[in-house]
Structures are given as structure tokens and as C-alpha cells.
């Protein structure tokens, strides 16, 4: 195998991955479909998307990865660190150790590698690569800042960490809205799309007053065109407990009396 590769004979020994197939000789040709693909993520994230936004993008328009499966942040970052996409491939990224027949770890220098610049035809340019790679190193860093200071922001807000979502059992986030309003928002529905989750929101002003003081599921429920809200602790509502929504107030904000039923309502699943 290793003299294969001093002789320049290459065989790139990968599973299939998007933007390129394989030729009768086993070379890497550019899948022209998929390999648009891949340009609109690298155009993506050097307009500025992060890997979130980009694999909820991609769902959202129904597109799948090359193994028919739904996009990820950690999928997109794994294309975007690929440097096949410019041309290069790196060989004995793993290598098969003597005493283990048949598998294969990452070579971490115990056998000689080789970095092949222009092996095969790229599709982004070198030049974009790089500015991909320059931009991820970015972020990582500000993410390692935003690390230490997601404890301090976990402190400030009573209600985070609080609020979960019923309909995929996320929390909430806290996001500033329009008119510096704040509300909580499902964070799957954030970060993944309407696809993922099809959420829920509620406004600070409005969960703010009710004393939330441990994990609480929040529904929304209309009554005669009107959203309400219920509030069910988590462990309630793992128990299949749901409690009512609050009353519906009139227009001149006094509350509407109360039918004689109990708090809980427990519905048999
Ligand atoms: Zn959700």
C-alpha cells in the first residue's frame, strides 16, 4: 500500500461523502448535483450562517445528507473542515495496526501520512477553504469566551432553564424580540426549524408572573380566539397530570369566575 502512494498511485479509501463518486479506477469525481450543495454550505457560512442555522436550512428544503439523513450543526462543521473539498486528501488518516486485522484507528503519527495537494478536482476554491477555516477558528474561540459566561446567564434569569417546551421537551431560551420585548422560545424550534419543532412562545412579561421555581411544561391553549396559557410542573406532567389554563380575564381585566373543578386535571394516556 505504502509504495502505491510514493508511486503516485492514489486510492482514496473513503466512505462516500457528499460532492464526489467514484470512478472505475476508484478516483474521486465531482457528483455535480451534490457538489452544488456543498458550495451554497461553504457560500453559507462565509455570508455569515452559522452550522445551525445552515443544517436548518437544509431541512427545512428537504434536502438530505448523502446517507439520506437530516442535517446537524456537527455534519456541517464536518464539511466545512473537509479538505477534499479543495483538492487535497490527506492518506493514513487511519491505517490498519498489525497485531488488529481488519480495523482501522486514527493515525496518530505511528505511521507516515501524506498530505496530497491537488488530488483531485476541488470544488470550493483554496482561497475560500481557508477563509471557512479562518471563520471557524473565530468562533471557536468566541465560544470557548461565551462558555465562562453562560453559568453568569444561567444566574440572571430566574426562568432559565425553566420553561420547557411540550411538544420535543426542550427548554425555553430567552430571546429579545421586537421592540426589546423579551420572550422564550423553544430552543429546538430555534435552532432546527419548524420542521424539528413546531414550538411554542410565551412573553417574559406574562411567565414573569407566575412564581416558577422548578422545571414547568407551558401550553398554549385558545379559548374563543384567545391564547391562553397552562402551567404543569415537569413531574406532573411526566405523570400525565395537566393543569388547567389560566382564566380567561374580561376586557376590563377582572377574572372571570372560576368554574367549580379541580386545579388538576389528570388525563389517562
Ligand atoms: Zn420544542
Known sequence: MKKKFERGEIMVNTNRFMGYE?????????N?????????????????????????????????????????????????????????CILQKFYTPENMRGRTVRNNGEVQAYYIEENHPAIVSVEDWEKVQELMEKQKKKRKIGAGGVEKYKKRYPLSGMLICPHCGKTLR??????????????????YGKATCKGI?????????????????????????????????????????????????????????????????????
Open 22 to 30: 467514484k470512478n472505475e479506477y476508484g478516483e474521486l469525481i465531482i
Open 174 to 191: 430567552r430571546k429579545q424580540v421586537y421592540n426589546k420585548r423579551i420572550e422564550w422560545w423553544c430552543s429546538t424550534y430555534i435552532q
Open 32 to 88: 455535480p448535483e451534490e457538489a452544488q450543495i456543498v458550495q451554497r454550505i461553504f457560500q453559507m457560512y462565509l455570508e455569515g450562517m452559522g452550522s445551525f442555522k445552515i443544517a436548518a436550512k437544509l431541512n427545512e428544503e428537504g434536502i438530505q445528507t448523502v446517507t439520506g439523513k437530516r442535517w446537524h450543526d456537527t455534519t456541517v462543521r464536518g464539511m466545512l473542515k473537509n479538505e477534499k473539498y479543495k483538492g487535497d
Open 201 to 269: 412562545k410565551i412573553s417574559d412579561e406574562v411567565a414573569s408572573k407566575k412564581n416558577i421555581t422548578e422545571k414547568t411544561v407551558i401550553e398554549e391553549v385558545m379559548i374563543d380566539g384567545e391564547k391562553y396559557y397552562s402551567y404543569t410542573s415537569k413531574t406532573d406532567y411526566d405523570r400525565g397530570i395537566r393543569n388547567e389554563p389560566d382564566a380567561p380575564a374580561t376586557k376590563n381585566g377582572s377574572v372571570l369566575p372560576r368554574v367549580n373543578r379541580p386545579r388538576r386535571t389528570a388525563i389517562k394516556l
